[in-house]
């Protein structure tokens, strides 16, 4: 089950309302596990690559964690390439 989900792109654009998003959720939930749903997405760039990553290092802090749904295959791509699929942890949708 997934505590937010994060549909369509997540770019320069949408990155200010999604990490509004994800960071009221990480800090209402101090210590906790949040899982987000990244299923939904269609594209991806530097900005939300860093705001995943900005997420899991606030959640830590906070003695929490985040993990991620995989997201599509097209996408799929974009983690790998980074290294991110190594560095976050996904579960399944």
Do not use: C
Not at 15 to 35: F, K, S
Request: without cysteine; negative net charge; proline residues 2%.
């Amino acid at each position: 089950m997934t505590d937010l989900n994060l549909a369509g792109e997540l770019d320069l654009e949408t990155i200010v309302a999604a990490r509004r998003g994800l960071y009221e959720l990480i800090d209402e939930r101090p210590g906790q596990v949040v899982t987000i749903g990244l299923d939904q997405l269609t594209f991806i760039d530097s900005t939300g690559l860093g705001l995943l990553v900005g997420a899991l290092k606030k959640a830590r802090l906070a003695g929490g964690d985040v993990t991620f749904t995989r997201p599509r295959d097209e996408l799929w791509r974009t983690f790998t390439v980074t290294g991110l699929d190594r560095a976050l942890t996904f579960v399944d949708a």
